[in-house]
């Protein structure tokens, strides 16, 4: 599967690709690198490096299992690498099932395995051209200075 | 010999992204010989082995790619 792909993400593509299995359901499901603001500064982009080929090979070990678990849904996902503006697509996954459980559950489950399993990484970038590597989850960058500074050096 | 890789702000801090040491037991061990390299084991970093998972008290062997993994952060 080509999970990683350097350029924009062509969801269009992969949505149709979805539908030719004539399902109950679909879901999909879009990341998309927000405008936020940190005490750091303004967000402008975020990049995102990832171990290549376990990467690759980790992601295909998710949707087997997603295969096992249900098997007559079909799920399609991508994921950016490089550099990804504010308000671009990071990352597509598209799920589709027979009926409307299966699809949710399914899209779940890709979702919170790829975050615990797949070895990316995001860089926050700022408009005053500083960069930090993210912590986890924003939420914690925003109420701890200590995350900030993470790694500690 | 090992084949040790490094990703995102553990690279950045080695200046690079991929080293040689010498083989040692674990992944743990590895580390604990060279106290220069204990930052590649930062709160919440992992190990994989050979492209797949692994702990800090697995066996390794001559060979081997162990990769030092920063906690993820997809989505």
């Given at each position: 599967m080509e999970f990683l792909v350097a350029g924009p993400i062509d969801v269009e593509s992969l949505e149709e690709s979805a539908r030719r299995t004539e399902p109950g359901a679909v879901i999909s499901f879009q990341g998309v690198v927000r405008p936020?603001?940190?005490?750091?500064?303004e967000l402008t982009a975020l990049e995102f490096a990832a171990?290549?080929?376990?990467?690759?090979?980790?992601?295909?070990?998710?949707?087997?299992?997603?295969r096992t678990r249900w098997p007559e849904a079909h799920a399609l996902c991508r994921h950016r690498l490089g550099r990804v503006?504010?308000?671009?697509?990071?990352?597509f996954l598209v799920l589709s099932a027979p009926d409307t459980t299966q699809a949710f559950q399914a899209c779940h489950f890709a979702l919170e395995q790829m975050r615990a399993r797949v070895p990316i990484w995001k860089k926050d970038l700022f408009a005053d051209g500083s960069a930090?590597?993210?912590?986890?989850?924003?939420?914690?960058?925003?109420?701890s200075d200590s995350v900030l500074s993470y790694p500690p050096s | 010999m090992i084949r040790?890789?490094?990703?995102?702000?553990?690279a950045e801090r080695a200046g690079t992204g991929a080293l040689t040491l010498p083989p040692a037991p674990t992944p743990?061990?590895?580390?604990?010989?060279?106290?220069?390299?204990?930052?590649?084991?930062?709160?919440?970093?992992?190990v994989a082995v050979n492209r797949a998972w692994?702990?800090?008290?697995?066996?390794?062997?001559?060979?081997?790619?162990?990769?030092?993994?920063?906690?993820?952060?997809?989505?």
């Open positions: 936020d603001r940190t005490p750091r500064g171990y290549e080929p376990m990467a690759e090979e980790e992601m295909d070990r998710v949707m087997a299992e997603i503006p504010v308000g671009e697509t990071s990352l930090c590597w993210s912590a986890s989850h924003r939420e914690t960058l925003l109420i | 040790a890789l490094l990703f995102a702000q553990l743990g061990a590895l580390l604990a010989a060279r106290p220069e390299l204990s930052f590649l084991k930062p709160a919440g970093a992992r692994s702990h800090w008290d697995a066996p390794l062997a001559d060979g081997d790619e162990v990769a030092f993994l920063p906690p993820t952060t997809a989505l």
